[in-house]
């Protein structure tokens, strides 16, 4: 592992290390997180533009690439690691605060989507945190089969880390929570990964870790 991805994981441990001590639980840090990627349009030279930006994505004028927004909730002292975050994450952060009443009734009047991005504790503390199109109940089931199988050969990461851990503890799917809704493939992996990392999820993503 290089400097930068060490620098990088002690500055989101740090991230995520202020959101619990301001009174955040881990559960609420992962609601409160919203609209991960969202739209986002530079306001220079694009004004006569069409309304076909990515959300999650911007156009780096600098090195042609495209990087992510993350919106995360404000706490106290989290403006000293914006710029550090930004800089090697490659993504632009902005604050949230506190939903307000009319904004959740309105989130309640959604119709509910299967596609999500969604989590599971492990009773030893650890999570995982994945990404479905089929629906958290139909994911979950497809989690427990995976489970119970207990193949040596398995590509899941809960049972890879289930035999790693001599079988001393175990992801439970009936706490399974959606994390954030999110109909766009593309947005939705990307939003996993972001939360895998911020969560420090057993399912690691190289191509944040790159970035």
């Known amino acids: 592992m290089s400097q930068d991805n060490i620098d990088q994981q002690e500055d989101l441990n740090k991230l ?10 881990l559960k609420e840090i992962e ?23 990515i959300a999650g ?13 993350l919106t995360l909730p404000y706490v106290p002292g989290i403006e000293v690691l914006k710029r550090r975050l930004e800089k090697k994450l490659k993504i632009k952060l902005f604050f949230s605060y506190p939903y307000k009443l009319q904004s959740q009734f309105n989130q309640s009047l959604k119709v509910p989507s299967k596609s999500v991005i969604y989590q599971i504790p492990c009773s030893c503390k650890e999570t995982y945190v994945g990404q479905t199109k089929v629906g958290i109940d139909n994911r979950t089931k497809q989690h427990s089969k995976a489970i119970n199988d207990d193949e040596n050969n398995s590509n899941s990461e809960m049972v890879k880390h289930f035999q790693e851990k001599k079988f001393q503890c175990l992801f439970d799917t009936n706490d399974a929570f959606i994390i954030e809704e999110e109909k766009d493939y593309w947005k939705r992996r990307t939003k996993e990964a972001i939360y895998s990392i911020i969560s420090e999820s057993v399912n690691t993503h190289d191509e944040i870790n790159a970035a």
């Open 57 to 69: 994505q911007i156009k780096d004028k600098n090195n042609d690439e495209f990087i992510c927004s």
């Open 31 to 53: 609601e409160l997180i919203k609209q991960t990627c969202q739209e986002f349009k530079s306001n220079k030279n694009k004004s006569n533009d069409k309304n076909d930006d």
């Open 16 to 25: 995520r290390n202020m959101l619990l001590k301001s009174n955040y639980l």
